[in-house]
Every structure is written in C-alpha cells, then in structure tokens.
C-alpha cells in the first residue's frame, strides 16, 4: 500500500518526537564535579656528595680566614711594641758614644787639677772637643756656617744688627751661639748679629733683620 507524501511528513515528524524525547537532558547527562585534592608537599632533592663537599670546604675557609685575622692582629701588637721598644731605646748607641766623651773630660778634669799647665789643659780640651765633633759628624749632625755670610732666615737667627765698616748690610758678622743641622734639617739656628752697613741710618730694603734686639 502506497503512502501519500501527507503520511510519510506526519511519520518523520512523530519519529523525531520519540527520538528527542528519549535523549536525556544535559543537567542528567553530565557527572557531578569533584573538587581536585590539593598537591602534595615536594620533599627537597636528598643532599648530593657535591653539595657536602661545598658545605664542609666553606666551613674550613671561615675557619682558616679566622685564624688569619687573628695571626694578623698578633703581628700588629707585636710589631707596635717593637717599634715602641725602637723608639724607646733609639738613642742608647749614641748615648754609648757620648760615654766616651765624657771619659776623656773627666780625664782631663784630673790632668789640669794635678797640673797647672794651661797648655796641656788647653790640648786636652781640644781632643775632647774634636773627638765630640767627630761623633756628631758620623751621626749626619755639622754645624751651620753663618759668619761672613749672607743672613739666611732659614739658617739664623738675628739677635740684632751693628754697624760695620767693611760687611755690607745684612751680612752675618758675629756668632752668638752655634747653629746645627742634622742633614738636611735644622736642629738649631745660628743665633748671629748681623751688619747694618757702613752708614748705619740707610734705609733697609725689608728683607734684613730688624735692628731691635730680640728676646728669647
């Protein structure tokens, strides 16, 4: 038996029914969510043969730094009490020197007390004298040479000026008290009296020492 095209729409439409119908709705299809448990802690990596080696090598470095700072601060304090020693005792052999010195005055002492003679007395002041100078002379110390020269601020010091008929103004003409120098430095000026010329009212060009005397 034949079918219209009416009966076969009218069939497809009632089999699309059925079929929707027996499909199960979405809230009835999905599985119900589980929340996902949380991870698991990580547990460090075990500690190598490496790593341990490293560690105890930086224990032995502080170690070893350690005991170089305190090697160091010994070597200081030993080395400022040596150079406190040095400094205390720096003039013990020139004292050892001067000794001798002393030796030939007392023995000249004794020679002029025990014999009048003023020229044997005078001989031995004057190898006492040169034997002094010697010593001083090895130690770097001479005396400043000031008569008959220019005045050096540097060198002298003026105590006052005079009047000279032949040294021209601002010449050294009289030593009052030696100067000395130790090499190059000045361990004592030359304290000197210095020309003020032929005419003695002539104006000073500034740079000569001032004709008051000077206190001490």
Do not use: C
């Not at 400094?87 to 005055?105: C, I, P």
């Not at 002379?137 to 008929?165: C, K, M, T, W, Y």
């Amino acid at each position: 038996m034949k079918l219209g095209r009416g009966s076969k729409t009218r069939m497809g439409e009632q089999d699309a029914k059925q079929a929707v119908g027996s499909q199960p709705s979405p809230a009835e299809a999905a599985p119900p969510v589980v929340p996902a448990p949380p991870p698991a802690p990580v547990a460090p990596p075990p500690e190598t043969d490496e790593l341990a080696a490293l560690r105890r090598e930086v224990a032995e470095l502080r170690d070893k730094n350690l005991r170089l700072l305190a090697d160091a601060q010994n070597l200081h304090k030993r080395t400022q009490r040596e150079k406190d020693e040095a400094l205390r005792y720096a003039e013990g052999d020139f004292a050892r020197e001067l000794l001798v010195v002393l030796d030939d005055l007392e023995r000249t002492r004794a020679s002029a007390q025990a014999d009048a003679d003023a020229q044997a007395l005078a001989e031995g002041v004057r190898i006492v004298y040169e034997h002094f100078l010697k010593i001083l002379q090895d130690r770097g110390i001479s005396p400043i040479e000031a008569v008959g020269r220019p005045f050096n601020p540097d060198f002298h010091e003026a105590l006052l000026q005079r009047p000279h008929p032949t040294h021209p103004a601002g010449t050294v003409i009289e030593e009052a008290a030696r100067g000395w120098r130790m090499r190059e430095r000045v361990l004592r000026p030359s304290r000197v009296i210095v020309s003020a010329g032929a005419d003695a009212g002539r104006a000073s060009d500034g740079k000569q020492p001032d004709q008051t005397q000077r206190k001490d």
